[in-house]
């Protein structure tokens, strides 16, 4: 029997972001092991038009949850979704549901956050930080609360190579920066961010780690935990693997690539790729709240949820898996071949840019005005470019994570929860975990159907030849120019005319002797 899976058994789980991609995997390892739980609350917001119910309906009738709805049929009976907008005061909850959560709640795992690079440095405080520090107010006035779990993540200090498990200072106090964010405006916002983030690249990782700071400094008597997971990729194993649903971190890349669109990045390709499934993250995370709330370590204990030090793969590697990969799934209607060219010349990728990315739009648009339609591609690539430099800073390097104690943890579990409960990505086989990671964004983003493989597979090859006469077509044309204005290039031409030409009459001349 596992203990951690019995632990979670009659207990009130708080969990917020539990409509994020994390938190969905995470609700669902915690039905489909502890159907006996009591309840799961989920603080949502209506989002897109849909009512909480309505998001909640959509959650539970997914392919995500189709195993638990077999474990716990009763399973709509035990999500309590609670109307609340962490960036309100208060997450604008009703008393009613307040004094619910207050009274009831046994464990939180605290998951939302903008994920977004680029956000502006208010909301993400708002919302990395602000929520943060609101959500502990709460939890601190929670009689039964046994444990809190705070996700953040692995490059909430990135400006460092190696990273030990505990909370690095941010020279600014998050109190200060919460307050002042509160009476400056956008501008002087705008003008102060890059001195604030220093070393950072976005403003994501920078209210990630003055989020860790407002844990330590107000845990009080609370037994907290921080999880720090690197790069989240689709599901390994559970419910099933390559279960992705959003294109964060290297999905929307693989989309790209696989479309054709992105054939060539600026990355390191020895660099170390440090994905983690998201099942894997899950495991820990469930593992952390038993352990924290059981244990009640005397300090904020933190976890490194990486794979670099256990099992490396570089971007090198995972992106000639990545193309493997297509060649037996390919997606449909691809815009070109796939191709990953990796270049760590910012020339070399100006030129790839140039000649790989904006042209093939800008001839693509092209056709598309002459065919009356609206040209599309040349402001998708735009994008698409504006993101991949987005990404660029984690492609570029490696860093270290220490895991003293997520190592520690694993030696902790009886060996039911280390096969329940499995986080030790030693046993990940990346060709493996790759290939399904494509077939998932296949099947669950692109929504695109096993049957069409043939069709895609013949797409492909059409595209192969397109490119093969348009490369002939290319250099027959610059050699015509050429030859039109320079002696020597006739020369060549000649001399290339008539070795072909002599070639074939030896070996017409030798196959009529044998005869
Ligand atoms: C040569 C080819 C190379 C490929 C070879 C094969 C693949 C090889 C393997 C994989 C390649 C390398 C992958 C590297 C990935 C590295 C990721 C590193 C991330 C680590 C960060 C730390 C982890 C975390 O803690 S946070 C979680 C991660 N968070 C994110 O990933 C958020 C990133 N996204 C953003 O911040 C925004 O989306 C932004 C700023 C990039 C763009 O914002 P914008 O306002 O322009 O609009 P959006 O509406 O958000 O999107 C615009 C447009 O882009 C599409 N899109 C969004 N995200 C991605 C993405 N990650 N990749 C590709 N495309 C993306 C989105 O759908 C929109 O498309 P439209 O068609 O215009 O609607
Ligand atoms: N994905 C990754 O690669 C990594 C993620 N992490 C961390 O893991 C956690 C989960 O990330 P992930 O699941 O990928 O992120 P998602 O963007 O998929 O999910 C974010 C969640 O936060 C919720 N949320 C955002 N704003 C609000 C708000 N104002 N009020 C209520 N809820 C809100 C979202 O709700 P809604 O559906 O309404 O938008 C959603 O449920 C985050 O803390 C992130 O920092 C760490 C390392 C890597």
Not at 253 to 278: E, H, N, Q, S
Not at 443 to 451: P, Q, S
Request: hydrophobic fraction near 45%; glycine fraction near 4%.
């Amino acid at each position: 029997m596992s203990m951690i899976a019995a632990f979670y058994g009659g207990k009130s789980i708080l969990i917020t972001g539990a409509t994020g991609f994390l938190g969905k995997v995470l609700m669902e390892k915690l039905f489909r092991t502890s159907p006996d739980l009591k309840v799961i609350y989920i603080l949502v917001r209506p989002k897109a038009g849909q009512t909480l119910q309505q998001r909640v309906f959509q959650i539970l009738n997914s392919k995500l949850f189709e195993k638990v709805k077999e474990v716990c049929p009763n399973v709509h009976e035990k999500i309590r979704a609670i109307s609340a907008d962490l960036n309100q005061s208060d997450f604008a909850i009703s008393k009613e549901d307040m004094q619910e959560l207050l009274s009831y709640t046994n464990i939180i795992f605290h998951c939302a956050a903008t994920v977004r690079f680029d956000d502006h440095l208010r909301h993400a405080v708002q919302l990395n930080v602000t929520a943060t520090q609101q959500l502990l107010l709460m939890a601190s006035q929670m009689p039964k609360l046994e444990a809190f779990i705070h996700i953040s993540t692995a490059f909430s200090n990135c400006n460092l190579k190696h990273i030990d498990e505990v909370i690095y200072p941010c020279p600014v106090e998050p109190k200060k920066i919460i307050d002042s964010m509160e009476w400056l405006d956008d501008a002087i916002i705008d003008e102060i961010t890059p001195k604030l983030i220093g070393d950072r690249p976005n403003t994501y990782t920078y209210t990630k780690a003055l989020g860790e700071m407002v844990v330590q400094q107000e845990s009080g008597n609370i037994n907290i935990a921080i999880i720090r997971p690197s790069i989240v990729g689709a599901t390994w194993q559970e419910p099933f693997p390559g279960w992705v649903d959003n294109l964060n971190g290297p999905s929307g890349l693989i989309i790209a690539a696989g479309k054709g669109f992105l054939r060539c990045v600026r990355a390191t390709p020895m660099a170390v790729a440090d994905l983690i499934p998201a099942d894997t993250v899950v495991n820990l995370t469930l593992a952390v709240g038993w352990y924290t709330a059981v244990h009640r370590p005397k300090s904020v204990l933190i976890y490194h949820c990486t794979s670099g030090n256990f099992n490396p793969c570089n971007w090198g590697k995972m992106a000639l898996q990545v193309l493997a990969a297509f060649e037996k799934i390919p997606f449909e209607r691809a815009f070109r071949r796939p191709n990953a060219d990796f270049t760590t010349n910012s020339i070399t990728i100006q030129y790839w840019n140039a000649v790989s990315h904006r042209a093939p739009a800008i001839i693509y648009d092209f056709y598309l005005r002459l065919t009356g339609r609206k040209p599309r591609m040349t402001k998708l690539m735009n994008r698409l470019l504006r993101t991949v430099s987005m990404l660029e800073y984690f492609i570029n390097r490696s860093w270290e994570w220490s895991t003293d104690n997520t190592e520690m943890l694993m030696s902790e579990l009886s060996p039911e929860d280390q096969r329940v409960f499995n986080f030790d990505v030693r046993q990940l086989n990346w060709l493996e975990y790759i290939e399904n990671y494509v077939l998932g964004v296949k099947k669950y983003l692109l929504k695109e159907d096993m049957a069409g493989i043939p069709k895609a597979k013949q797409h492909l090859k059409r595209l192969r030849n397109i490119h093969y006469l348009f490369n002939t077509a290319l250099f027959l044309i610059a050699w015509r120019l050429l030859i039109a204005r320079s002696q020597v290039a006739r020369n060549v031409w000649f001399f290339i005319v008539s070795f072909c030409y002599k070639l074939l009459s030896y070996f017409r001349a030798s196959s009529t002797l044998k005869v």
